[in-house]
């Protein structure tokens, strides 16, 4: 069975990229041409946020692009069709849905399952689905479609919880929330706090790889998180860039390159 | 146990649980392991049996409203929550709240807050105990609700707009989730309604029982049963509706009405009566009757008051709605208006606008001459004497 995450940390054990955008925006067929463009790039993971009428977890620039890309008309229908093709234009590159519950039970788990997997997306991020209910009602549905689940961990999660999170978490990643806030936030202010949280789970010795995320927004706090890390997830510094952009595809390359280079 | 507690996950019947992102975890689950114990410890009690009695003014009484009865034709009485400190029933909730945020160690308090009478009540009993607040209101309800904005910054408060989607009770609730999990360690954060992830609505749902109690006490006084007919509350998130349906709910002949905003009516696009609109969904880490479009996102509801429209019930309610052990009535803008004046002009008792869609819905109900209604007059309306001037064309 092929695992996109696996070939990719066995290939590159640090330094990963991992890079968000909300689906339908900046406009509502922009989806699949950006993430060849992010992937021809040199992003190494790519998560397309279902937009939301209200992302519990998310700073204001990702509630705004969700707002933007619901207005344009994005919906969950539309994104699964539109993802069907993908692995044509992206064969190797990991692919993760990030979203809220509500879009995906209305959708239907069963029917989101089977349509996220047969277009070839790896992983799902759902932030308000806690590993207890996904435990209890639908880790089968997930394994029978070989899709991974994604768990986020914090400076708070304890470690008996860290563990049970790991041993839930199937070949795919760990989400490091880099520290208090939301997305998009300035949690990386704290860079002392925040580096001996990344080294103590790193001491976990953990079965799966973990990417840091929250408060990435450029080379300098990518370089950082990247330290204790198998890699680090931008989403909302990626989105300002987006953001009134006449090329977003220009755009999207130059934010790569601001980071690669 | 009774089916109307919670299991401990968290569920009514299928309606509750806790959906909250990894963030609150630590919080909601300190809360969880907790709260049970902490409610039922001596200290606790004898605490907030005494701030109930000499801060808040309880027991309210249970006023047998003659005129309203002889119109309706049938014993009504109202249980005058509107005479609690602050002016309605949301301070019994955060007396009970700040005592558990003292015990869990907390020091900065954040609430949300709809018509602004949770806000108030917040704002009362962190100056009461010298805690930190900060209460996120829509920006919205701030115009429309003046009275209370005043009223939380007088008491210390810094009160915060909530500026995104429909600027309202939804949306300040959304930006005190953001807020708590921005400040994981120190903050306790107190929900106004039976609403949001289990501990919460069962939490707020034994701290606004009191209300039940005392009206089971009063009536045998005065009736010689404790049991009435009727129990009529409105339903926003839901809270005092819990508090005064709880000690009836295994009381089979006890007939629970639970009354909802209609708005412009449950057939336009203006309205917010969940039960007849909403379907299961998750909202504000509780899996609940929920008004949404056919793609899960979450709709924006109508109504002329700011405590009701929420797009959501309480779990507990769902299940009551779902199980049928509550009527649910909705009523709208005009008829709740109406309402209004004909409790202030046949008792001289100005409710608020959200208690008067529970009185409005006393049109609704068969009522015999027998019938004991017990209505819960949850708050007064100074808060929306501008509302009732404008609309009802007396200014």
């Given at each position: 069975m092929v695992n996109r995450f696996a070939d990719l940390f066995a290939r590159k054990p640090s330094g990963v990229l991992n890079l968000y955008i909300t689906a339908g925006y900046p406009s509502l067929h922009d989806t699949v041409p950006l993430l060849k463009t992010l992937a021809e790039s040199g992003a190494d993971v790519l998560e397309i946020g279902v937009p939301f009428s209200d992302p519990l977890a998310d700073g204001p620039v990702i509630q705004q692009t969700s707002s933007a890309a619901l207005r344009n008309g994005m919906t969950l229908k539309l994104l699964l069709q539109e993802l069907q093709g993908i692995r044509q234009v992206l064969p190797d590159t990991p692919l993760l849905l990030m979203g809220y519950l509500n879009p995906v039970l209305q959708y239907g788990m069963e029917a989101f399952c089977q349509q996220t997997a047969a277009a070839g997306i790896d992983g799902v991020i759902l932030p308000d689905l806690p590993a207890e209910e996904y435990a209890a009602l639908y880790q089968e549905t997930f394994r029978r479609h070989n899709l991974r689940p994604v768990f986020l961990i914090t400076p708070q999660t304890a470690e008996a919880r860290i563990r049970r999170l790991d041993e839930l978490t199937d070949d795919a990643f760990l989400y490091l929330v880099s520290g208090p806030g939301l997305t998009g936030g300035n949690q990386t202010a704290d860079h002392s706090s925040q580096d001996a949280y990344l080294a103590r789970v790193e001491a976990l010795n953990l079965r799966n790889p973990r990417l840091v995320g929250f408060g990435i927004a450029d080379k300098t706090s990518f370089e950082r998180a990247c330290q204790h890390a198998h890699g680090a997830i931008i989403g909302s510094a990626l989105l300002r860039a987006l953001d009134g952009a006449a090329d977003p595809h220009e755009a999207a390359r130059q934010f790569v390159r601001s980071i690669r280079q | 146990m009774s089916q109307y507690h919670p299991t401990e996950r968290g569920y009514y019947g299928s309606f509750g649980g806790a959906f909250i992102p990894e963030m609150l975890y630590p919080n909601v689950e300190e809360l969880r392991e907790q709260y049970l114990s902490i409610l039922a410890d001596a200290s606790f009690q004898q605490e907030y049996q005494l701030l109930l009695r000499d801060y808040v003014g309880r027991p309210t009484p249970l006023f047998r409203a003659a005129r309203l009865s002889e119109k309706y034709g049938a014993t009504i009485y109202l249980k005058r929550e509107d005479l609690c400190h602050t002016g309605a029933h949301k301070v019994n909730n955060t007396v009970g709240q700040i005592l558990l945020a003292e015990r869990l160690g907390k020091k900065r308090i954040i609430a949300e807050t709809g018509a602004g009478q949770h806000g108030v009540a917040t704002a009362t009993v962190c100056a009461l105990r010298g805690l930190a607040c900060i209460v996120y209101m829509g920006a919205i309800d701030m115009e429309r609700q003046k009275p209370n904005v005043a009223r939380m910054r007088m008491l210390g408060a810094e009160v915060r707009p909530?500026?995104?989607?429909?600027?309202t009770l939804k949306d300040a609730t959304n930006e005190a989730i953001r807020d708590w999990i921005s400040n994981p360690t120190d903050t306790h954060y107190i929900i106004g309604s039976v609403v949001g992830p289990h501990p919460y609505p069962d939490l707020v749902a034994r701290l606004q029982s009191v209300i039940s109690a005392e009206i089971r006490r009063q009536l045998r006084e005065k009736t010689g049963s404790e049991l009435p007919d009727y129990v009529v509350a409105c339903v926003g998130g839901g809270s005092n509706a819990a508090g005064a349906f709880y000690h009836f709910l295994d009381e089979s002949t006890v007939q629970l009405v639970a009354v909802e905003a209609a708005g412009h009516g449950v057939h336009t696009d203006k309205s917010a009566a969940t039960s007849v609109l909403g379907r299961p969904g998750i909202i504000h880490g509780s899996r609940t009757l929920l008004m949404q479009d056919e793609h899960g996102q979450i709709t924006e509801p109508h109504s002329i008051s700011a405590g009701l429209d929420y797009p959501g019930i309480g779990p507990l309610h769902a299940f009551l709605a779902d199980s049928k052990r509550a009527q649910f009535l909705s009523i709208t803008d005009d008829e709740a208006l109406q309402a209004a004046q004909l409790c202030s002009r046949l008792e001289g008792i100005i409710p608020a606008l959200e208690t008067a869609h529970a009185l409005a819905a006393l049109d609704q109900l068969p009522l015999k001459p027998t019938d004991v209604v017990v209505l819960n007059l949850s708050g007064r309306g100074d808060k929306d004497l501008d509302t009732y001037l404008r609309e009802l064309h007396l200014a």
């Open positions: - | 909530a500026t995104s989607g429909s600027q």
